[in-house]
């Protein structure tokens, strides 16, 4: 059962052009949402979450929505910019004490310039 | 500013061989985790610690076996390598495992092979 869908691999955008990353999920309503951002050779580094109370979160030029009836989850990057060019991963956390993170398979961003 | 470390960066094993994977974190952080990614599967939870002296499994267990030496240390013991642990694994670490908003912190990770 694959928790977190993550359905398109890749993504192309032209720089200034915004991008938006989908991500779909099933189970629990009050589960924590956030997204990691990796580059080739690195580990995977936190980029924004988001609260299961909250339908909106903004960081930047990063932000991320979710459509709790669709169990849906976007991020935006908006203007994307050649640097944004990384693996997108999209995680969820359910409530509970010690619960673990969920990956999805993730998503790799291109953005030309 | 170290976070955390993973050695060795690269890993050529043979079928059968044994190996230790290496972490350690500088953020006196109470967790720590193991993950691998292979290509089309995401990260997947290996084997973790919520705390100094706890271990438990995770998604995919098999084959491996951990230790948390101390607060700061987590190794990832291969016993008898596979061609199936062929993957690239990441040590990450958090804080306290049981806030619900809690992040992970991710070691660069190894890029291991098994032939």
């Known amino acids: 059962d694959q928790q977190v869908k993550q359905n398109s691999p890749s993504l192309s955008v032209q720089e200034g052009r915004i991008s938006i990353l989908n991500c779909d999920y099933t189970n629990s309503m009050f589960d924590y949402f956030l997204w990691y951002k990796k580059y080739p050779a690195e580990g995977p580094t936190f980029l924004i979450s988001i609260s299961s109370i909250k339908d909106k979160n903004e960081d930047g030029r990063f932000t991320v929505f979710l459509n709790k009836s669709a169990k849906h989850l976007s991020l935006h990057i908006v203007p994307s910019q050649p640097g944004d060019s990384a693996v997108y991963f999209c995680a969820k956390r359910p409530p509970g004490a010690n619960s673990k993170l969920t990956f999805g398979k993730g998503i790799t961003l291109s953005v030309r310039p | 500013n170290a976070g955390v470390t993973q050695t060795p960066k690269f890993q050529v094993l043979k079928t059968g061989q044994s190996m230790t994977l290496q972490c350690a974190q500088d953020m006196n952080h109470n967790s720590m985790y193991w993950y691998r990614q292979d290509p089309g599967m995401g990260l997947r939870l290996i084997y973790y610690s919520a705390s100094e002296g706890t271990t438990d499994k995770g998604e995919v267990p098999n084959g491996y076996n951990v230790s948390r030496l101390n607060k700061r240390e987590f190794s990832l013991r291969l016993e008898s390598a596979a061609p199936s642990q062929t993957s690239v694994y990441f040590c990450?670490?958090?804080?306290?495992?049981?806030?619900?908003?809690?992040?992970?912190?991710f070691g660069s990770g190894t890029q291991l092979s098994v032939l």
């Open positions: 990450a670490s958090s804080r306290d495992p049981f806030a619900t908003n809690e992040k992970l912190f």
